[in-house]
Protein backbone atom coordinates (compact mmCIF):
# COMPACT_ATOMS: atom_id res chain seq x y z
CA UNK A 1 0.00 0.00 0.00
CA UNK A 2 1.05 3.33 -0.99
CA UNK A 3 3.34 5.24 1.76
CA UNK A 4 1.40 8.70 2.01
CA UNK A 5 -2.29 6.15 2.55
CA UNK A 6 -0.44 4.80 5.46
CA UNK A 7 0.49 7.70 7.06
CA UNK A 8 -3.36 8.82 6.23
CA UNK A 9 -4.78 5.67 7.51
CA UNK A 10 -2.39 6.48 10.38
CA UNK A 11 -3.51 9.30 11.70
CA UNK A 12 -7.04 8.22 11.78
CA UNK A 13 -8.08 10.28 8.33
CA UNK A 14 -10.37 8.32 6.19
CA UNK A 15 -10.43 9.79 2.35
CA UNK A 16 -14.03 10.72 1.64
CA UNK A 17 -13.58 12.40 -2.00
CA UNK A 18 -11.84 10.84 -4.80
CA UNK A 19 -9.69 14.24 -4.48
CA UNK A 20 -8.23 12.71 -1.56
CA UNK A 21 -8.09 9.28 -3.28
CA UNK A 22 -6.13 11.00 -6.33
CA UNK A 23 -4.11 13.20 -3.98
CA UNK A 24 -3.12 10.05 -2.22
CA UNK A 25 -2.55 7.43 -4.87
CA UNK A 26 0.92 5.63 -6.04
CA UNK A 27 2.94 6.67 -8.99
CA UNK A 28 1.32 4.11 -11.04
CA UNK A 29 -1.95 5.54 -10.10
CA UNK A 30 -1.21 9.08 -11.13
CA UNK A 31 0.70 8.21 -14.18
CA UNK A 32 -2.20 6.49 -15.43
CA UNK A 33 -4.56 9.39 -14.53
CA UNK A 34 -2.94 11.77 -16.26
CA UNK A 35 -2.84 10.10 -19.31
CA UNK A 36 -5.96 9.22 -19.57
CA UNK A 37 -6.50 13.05 -18.62
CA UNK A 38 -4.87 14.05 -21.91
CA UNK A 39 -6.89 11.67 -23.64
CA UNK A 40 -9.99 13.16 -22.35
CA UNK A 41 -8.61 16.70 -23.27
CA UNK A 42 -8.04 15.47 -26.94
CA UNK A 43 -11.28 14.06 -27.01
CA UNK A 44 -12.81 17.37 -25.78
CA UNK A 45 -11.24 19.65 -28.57
CA UNK A 46 -11.76 17.54 -31.54
CA UNK A 47 -15.72 17.13 -30.31
CA UNK A 48 -15.74 20.77 -30.11
CA UNK A 49 -13.86 21.17 -33.59
CA UNK A 50 -16.04 19.12 -35.16
CA UNK A 51 -18.87 20.40 -33.71
CA UNK A 52 -18.01 23.97 -35.18
CA UNK A 53 -17.22 22.18 -38.51
CA UNK A 54 -20.03 20.41 -38.81
CA UNK A 55 -22.07 23.54 -38.13
CA UNK A 56 -20.30 25.27 -40.56
CA UNK A 57 -20.77 23.18 -42.91
CA UNK A 58 -24.45 23.27 -42.91
CA UNK A 59 -24.30 27.41 -42.92
CA UNK A 60 -22.05 27.11 -46.16
CA UNK A 61 -24.94 24.28 -47.73
CA UNK A 62 -27.92 26.96 -47.10
CA UNK A 63 -26.02 29.86 -48.85
CA UNK A 64 -24.79 27.70 -51.82
CA UNK A 65 -28.40 25.86 -51.88
CA UNK A 66 -30.01 29.43 -52.00
CA UNK A 67 -27.60 30.74 -54.78
CA UNK A 68 -28.67 27.59 -56.79
CA UNK A 69 -31.93 28.50 -56.58
CA UNK A 70 -31.82 31.86 -57.20
CA UNK A 71 -29.60 31.05 -60.64
CA UNK A 72 -31.66 29.92 -63.77
CA UNK A 73 -29.65 28.10 -65.31
CA UNK A 74 -26.42 26.24 -64.42
CA UNK A 75 -24.41 28.36 -66.86
CA UNK A 76 -25.82 31.23 -64.35
CA UNK A 77 -24.93 28.97 -60.82
CA UNK A 78 -20.99 28.30 -62.62
CA UNK A 79 -20.45 32.24 -62.89
CA UNK A 80 -22.51 33.18 -59.21
CA UNK A 81 -21.28 30.22 -57.17
CA UNK A 82 -17.20 30.81 -57.70
CA UNK A 83 -18.02 34.16 -54.96
CA UNK A 84 -19.31 31.77 -52.44
CA UNK A 85 -17.22 30.41 -49.76
CA UNK A 86 -15.49 27.43 -50.61
CA UNK A 87 -17.44 23.93 -49.48
CA UNK A 88 -18.12 20.72 -50.09
CA UNK A 89 -21.03 21.78 -51.75
CA UNK A 90 -19.27 24.28 -53.86
CA UNK A 91 -15.84 21.87 -54.52
CA UNK A 92 -18.07 18.91 -55.70
CA UNK A 93 -20.25 21.12 -58.22
CA UNK A 94 -17.12 23.26 -59.58
CA UNK A 95 -15.41 20.06 -60.07
CA UNK A 96 -18.37 18.71 -61.91
CA UNK A 97 -18.75 21.60 -64.09
CA UNK A 98 -15.05 22.24 -64.63
CA UNK A 99 -14.77 18.82 -65.67
CA UNK A 100 -17.39 19.25 -68.26
CA UNK A 101 -15.95 22.62 -69.95
CA UNK A 102 -13.25 20.74 -70.25
CA UNK A 103 -14.65 18.07 -72.38
CA UNK A 104 -16.93 20.20 -74.51
CA UNK A 105 -14.61 23.94 -74.54
CA UNK A 106 -17.24 26.93 -74.64
CA UNK A 107 -20.27 24.92 -74.14
CA UNK A 108 -21.22 26.81 -70.69
CA UNK A 109 -20.64 30.16 -72.12
CA UNK A 110 -22.80 29.49 -75.23
CA UNK A 111 -19.53 29.80 -77.57
CA UNK A 112 -19.76 25.99 -78.71
CA UNK A 113 -17.77 25.47 -81.82
CA UNK A 114 -19.88 25.23 -84.96
CA UNK A 115 -21.23 21.39 -86.09
CA UNK A 116 -19.90 20.63 -82.95
CA UNK A 117 -21.69 17.52 -81.22
CA UNK A 118 -24.84 18.20 -78.81
CA UNK A 119 -24.34 16.69 -75.05
CA UNK A 120 -21.43 14.09 -74.28
CA UNK A 121 -20.25 10.23 -75.66
CA UNK A 122 -21.34 7.79 -73.02
CA UNK A 123 -17.54 7.67 -71.99
CA UNK A 124 -17.64 10.79 -71.11
CA UNK A 125 -20.93 10.25 -69.24
CA UNK A 126 -19.40 7.74 -67.55
CA UNK A 127 -16.19 9.87 -66.38
CA UNK A 128 -18.04 12.51 -65.23
CA UNK A 129 -19.66 10.35 -62.95
CA UNK A 130 -16.44 9.05 -61.65
CA UNK A 131 -14.88 12.37 -61.20
CA UNK A 132 -18.14 13.91 -59.01
CA UNK A 133 -17.72 9.96 -56.97
CA UNK A 134 -13.86 10.90 -56.31
CA UNK A 135 -14.89 14.46 -55.06
CA UNK A 136 -17.58 12.92 -52.98
CA UNK A 137 -15.26 10.20 -51.05
CA UNK A 138 -12.29 13.24 -50.88
CA UNK A 139 -15.34 15.19 -48.93
CA UNK A 140 -16.03 12.11 -46.96
CA UNK A 141 -12.34 11.74 -45.79
CA UNK A 142 -12.29 15.57 -44.98
CA UNK A 143 -15.09 15.03 -42.90
CA UNK A 144 -13.95 12.16 -41.07
CA UNK A 145 -10.64 13.93 -40.52
CA UNK A 146 -9.84 13.58 -36.86
CA UNK A 147 -12.58 11.38 -35.92
CA UNK A 148 -11.14 7.93 -36.30
CA UNK A 149 -9.27 9.45 -33.04
CA UNK A 150 -12.38 9.18 -30.66
CA UNK A 151 -12.97 5.15 -31.63
CA UNK A 152 -9.48 5.25 -30.39
CA UNK A 153 -9.62 7.09 -27.03
CA UNK A 154 -12.90 5.40 -26.62
CA UNK A 155 -11.25 1.80 -26.59
CA UNK A 156 -8.32 2.88 -24.85
CA UNK A 157 -9.19 4.78 -21.97
CA UNK A 158 -11.21 2.26 -20.52
CA UNK A 159 -8.17 -0.06 -20.88
CA UNK A 160 -5.75 2.94 -19.12
CA UNK A 161 -8.38 2.87 -16.10
CA UNK A 162 -8.32 -1.32 -15.86
CA UNK A 163 -4.52 -0.93 -15.94
CA UNK A 164 -4.55 1.36 -13.30
CA UNK A 165 -7.32 -0.62 -11.07
CA UNK A 166 -5.01 -3.52 -11.25
CA UNK A 167 -1.69 -1.68 -10.25
CA UNK A 168 -3.56 -0.17 -7.55
CA UNK A 169 -5.35 -3.69 -6.25
CA UNK A 170 -1.83 -4.56 -6.32
CA UNK A 171 -0.19 -2.05 -4.36
CA UNK A 172 -2.98 -2.59 -2.36
CA UNK A 173 -2.51 -6.35 -1.32
CA UNK A 174 1.55 -6.04 -0.96
CA UNK A 175 0.51 -3.00 1.95
CA UNK A 176 -1.64 -5.70 3.18
CA UNK A 177 0.57 -8.58 3.56
CA UNK A 178 3.43 -6.30 5.12
CA UNK A 179 1.16 -4.45 7.54
CA UNK A 180 -0.61 -8.34 8.48
CA UNK A 181 -4.26 -7.17 8.51
CA UNK A 182 -6.75 -8.34 6.14
CA UNK A 183 -9.89 -6.13 7.76
CA UNK A 184 -12.21 -4.03 5.66
CA UNK A 185 -10.39 -0.81 6.94
CA UNK A 186 -6.86 -2.17 5.74
CA UNK A 187 -8.21 -3.49 2.43
CA UNK A 188 -11.46 -0.60 1.33
CA UNK A 189 -9.17 3.08 1.09
CA UNK A 190 -6.38 0.65 -1.64
CA UNK A 191 -9.56 -0.53 -3.36
CA UNK A 192 -11.08 2.82 -3.62
CA UNK A 193 -7.56 4.27 -4.87
CA UNK A 194 -7.40 1.94 -7.52
CA UNK A 195 -10.98 2.36 -8.49
CA UNK A 196 -10.52 5.66 -9.57
CA UNK A 197 -8.17 5.06 -12.48
CA UNK A 198 -11.30 3.08 -13.53
CA UNK A 199 -13.90 6.15 -13.11
CA UNK A 200 -11.26 8.18 -15.16
CA UNK A 201 -10.95 5.86 -17.69
CA UNK A 202 -14.89 5.54 -17.84
CA UNK A 203 -15.29 9.26 -18.06
CA UNK A 204 -12.74 9.52 -20.57
CA UNK A 205 -14.41 7.15 -23.03
CA UNK A 206 -18.10 7.46 -22.80
CA UNK A 207 -18.13 11.90 -24.31
CA UNK A 208 -15.68 10.23 -27.01
CA UNK A 209 -17.77 6.98 -27.84
CA UNK A 210 -20.85 9.22 -28.19
CA UNK A 211 -19.24 11.40 -30.13
CA UNK A 212 -17.75 8.98 -32.24
CA UNK A 213 -21.19 7.32 -33.20
CA UNK A 214 -23.03 10.95 -33.67
CA UNK A 215 -19.99 12.22 -36.44
CA UNK A 216 -19.87 8.96 -38.25
CA UNK A 217 -23.97 9.12 -38.69
CA UNK A 218 -23.68 12.67 -39.27
CA UNK A 219 -21.01 12.23 -42.18
CA UNK A 220 -22.78 9.45 -43.72
CA UNK A 221 -25.57 11.50 -44.02
CA UNK A 222 -24.05 14.11 -45.52
CA UNK A 223 -21.55 11.95 -47.42
CA UNK A 224 -25.47 10.99 -49.04
CA UNK A 225 -26.80 14.30 -49.79
CA UNK A 226 -23.76 14.72 -51.98
CA UNK A 227 -24.01 11.51 -53.56
CA UNK A 228 -27.91 12.83 -54.05
CA UNK A 229 -26.93 16.29 -55.32
CA UNK A 230 -24.30 14.65 -57.83
CA UNK A 231 -27.36 12.65 -59.16
CA UNK A 232 -29.29 15.79 -59.40
CA UNK A 233 -26.80 17.94 -61.21
CA UNK A 234 -26.20 15.31 -63.52
CA UNK A 235 -30.31 15.51 -64.12
CA UNK A 236 -30.37 19.25 -64.50
CA UNK A 237 -27.48 19.01 -66.92
CA UNK A 238 -29.53 16.55 -69.04
CA UNK A 239 -33.03 18.83 -68.80
CA UNK A 240 -30.88 21.79 -70.03
CA UNK A 241 -29.29 20.14 -73.07
CA UNK A 242 -26.08 19.82 -71.49
CA UNK A 243 -25.57 15.99 -71.63
Known sequence: MHA???LLLQ??????SPLDLIRIAGPETKAVLVVTAVFSLISWFIIVYKWWHFRSLNRQARRFFDQMERSGTLREAFRNVG???ASAYTRLFNEGMTFYSELKPGALQGEAAPGTRQGLLPT???ALKMVLGKEI????DALLHYVPWLATIGS??????LLGTVLGIMNAFVGIASRGSGNLSAVAPGVA???VATAAGLAAAIPAVIAYNLFVN??????????GFANELIGSMAREGLI
Open 137 to 140: AEER
Open 11 to 16: GGAVPT
Open 156 to 161: VSPLLG
Open 83 to 85: RLP
Open 124 to 126: HLE
Open 4 to 6: SLL
Open 193 to 195: EAL
Open 218 to 227: RVRLLTGELE
